[in-house]
Every structure is written in C-alpha cells, then in structure tokens.
C-alpha cells in the first residue's frame, strides 16, 4: 500500500518516493516482498503518484490506484477487482516501512498456514508509546481487535502489543469484512484494522506473530523518521559487509548504498559513501573523504582522501585516484596514477601512466557536437604539472608532456610535447610603472 502522500513529510514529494540510501521508500518494501514470488503483485497508489511510480517499478509489478484518499481499509479495497478469483494468501504490506526484512514476511506467511488463522497480523512491542493502533485480546489470548491510537481508551493506550501493518488475509473473508467498514472514528477514514473486528465478529480467527525486532515495523511519517530509517540501514548494509569480510573503519561516518559490492579485504576509510552499482574488489583502499557513485575500483587501487568517482569511472588493479581527483565515465588502467588535483573525464588512461598534479581533460567542444569528446592517454606516458587535454586528442605510448602545456594535437609515442608561451621578463617594469 502506497497511496497516502504524507503530509507530515512536508513535502510537494509523497512520502513513499523519498529517496533513502538511494531508492525511493517504497523500494525497500518491495524488494523485501519480491522473493517471495508473489502473483500478483499489485501497488495500490493514489492519481498523484501514478506516473512517477510507472516509471520506475519493474514489469511485473502492477499498479492499482485508489481514486480518494479514503484511508487504508478503503486502499486494500481498491485492488479487489484486480484480484477477482484470486483464492491464495493475500499480503498486504505498508509501503512506508523500508525496515521489513523478506525473513519477517515469510515467518508471517508461514505461521498464517500454519496456524490456519482468516487473518495474521504482525505485531511488535515496544516500552514507550508509539501512535500505533494497540493489539486487543481476549481473556484467552485471541486476537480480538485492533484500536487506533486515537480512538484508544486510556486503558487500551496502555497495551504494548502495537500493530506493525503488516497481514496476511484469506480474501473471501476480508472482502466481506471490507464491506463493513465505516468512517465513524478519529480520523474519518476507512480503517483496514476494523476489518480485524469485524472478521472476528463473523466467526473468524485472527492471529497475531510478534516480530522479534520491533523495528522492522516501523513506518516513516515524518523527516527525522526517514534519518532514523536511513541510520538503522546504514547499520545493517556496513554490518553485513564487514561479516563477509570487508574493513569499514569507522562505521559511524561511512554510507554504502544497498547495491554497492565489496570484496573481501577491502578497506573502507572514515567519511567516505559509496553509492549506486559501485564495486570495491579486493585489497582496494577507499577514502578518507570519498565518494564514489557507480564506478568499479580495482583490486589494490587506491581512492583518496578527498575524491569523488562519478558514474562510469573505472579503476584498474593497483590504479589511483588521489587527493582532490574528480573522474567521470573514464577508464584508468593498471598500475596508473592521477595523484591530485586534477579532472580526469571521458578519458582513457593507459597502464603505468603517470597524470601530473592539475590535469585537466577538457572534453566538451560544442563546434563538435553535443556528444562529449574522448581523451585518450596511453601506456608509460608521463605528463607535467598544470595540464589541459582539449578533447578529442591521443597521446602515444611512452610520450612526455611539458608542465603546463595545453595540448590540442595528439602526440607521437615516445614523443616530449611543449605547447606554452615563451616566458618573457620584462627588467624594471615596477619601477617604471610606479613613475607614470
């Protein structure tokens, strides 16, 4: 479920398209639902989002839309002619709840089988109070009902079984109870929780797992709930990296995002965030004060302190990328080194090559075209300080380059290029300027 906007976020974004560590909210939910095959796999939206979530959901998720903001019972109810004749297990999942894990769900699938409940619901219990609807039982422990907080009593206030959102329902019971809801409470919606009471009321059963952590039940509703999400992912990415072997130093400062790939023995500095499909292989070393966004660092390179990788750079083995470096979409090779203060972009590098502090690839010439311009540098070359390479140009195997030259014309293998003006000294040109 995706539809609520989310006005606590204040925010011209809906809650659910918030980007956390690199995906939108609702991503993590659905990827934690995906394993589990389900079909189908419906997203219930409102008119709002439709678009934007067509544009980046896969092919086999299909899009439902609830046409008014009518609240969570009326949301699920929006999906049933897509689901007519559909006789399996229905889960229903919050899409505001990126800290589900696919293991709870499936241990939720499973005790409803188990148990052959009409509805489970995932609880969790925490010792101070959350706006979260309270778990109603019986003198004999059976789920009774779920009360909104506020619509709670006093005393029901004081129960610390919280419904997590999170259910599985058999769908001929629950349309039925759907088709009892009313919006005669505090917040004038349709409550998917009163269809627990009313389930009960007809004769079913519903049951209730507690999660044994309770934050994967935790919803985002407001900014610092979205900072404390990103913080307890943060946590569990680095720890699962650091178990399979890689070296995070500090993990208070590092941010990997969920897709980023790190070999073992890998060593992660403090400060540095990895994002997108980045890989980090064995033995590299990254930071401090990196970032590097969907590049590959080769075994043994080293990045850093103070670099940013931009999407498409690529680091042989043993290559660097040193101290205030900036690389775009370029291919450094093997054993190559761009030690500082220098733009490398849409460029090639060649094994052993070393660029010389304040290289510049300038790679854009519009009386070209609209499309960048390449550099490319082979192997062994060795360049000066305070470069520029105006693209698109080719420097040879083994060539030189004279500090600060700006090259506009390949270079012959072997070959020293020096293209800067002859330096004049003008004698007394203080003190005959001083006297006019």
Known sequence: MAAGLGTRMKSRRAKHL??????????????????????????VCSPETRGEFARFLPDEIDLVVQAEPRGTGDAVAAARERLAGFEGDLLVVPGDSPLITTEVLRSLVDEHRRDGADATLLSIERSEPLPYGRIVRDASG??????????????????????????????????????????????????LTDAIRHLVEDGARAAALRADDPAVGEGINTREELAAAASRLRDRILREHMLAGATVVDPATTWIEPDVEIEPDAVIHPFTVLRGRTIVRRDAEVGPHAVVVESEIGAGANVGPFCYL????????????????????????EGAKVPHLSYIGDADVGEGTNIGAGAITANYRPELGDEKQRTVIGRNVHTGSDNVFVAPVDIGDDAWIGAGSTITEDVPPGALAIARARQVNKEDYVERKRDH
């Open 142 to 191: 059976s789920v009774r009902a779920i009360v909104e907080a506020a619509d709670a009593s006093s005393d029901e206030l004081a129960i610390r079984e919280l419904n997590a959102s999170f259910y599985v329902f058999s769908p001929a019971r629950l349309w039925s109870a759907l088709g009892r809801l009313e919006a005669s409470n505090a917040q004038g919606e349709l409550y």
């Open 18 to 43: 918030h980007p956390l560590l690199g995906r939108p909210v609702v991503t993590w939910a659905l990827e934690a639902v995906r394993p589990l095959a389900p079909s189908p796999f419906l997203v």
């Open 310 to 333: 931009r999407p498409g750079t690529v680091l042989a083995a043993n290559a660097k990328a040193g101290t205030f470096v900036e690389m775009k979409n370029s291919r450094i090779g």
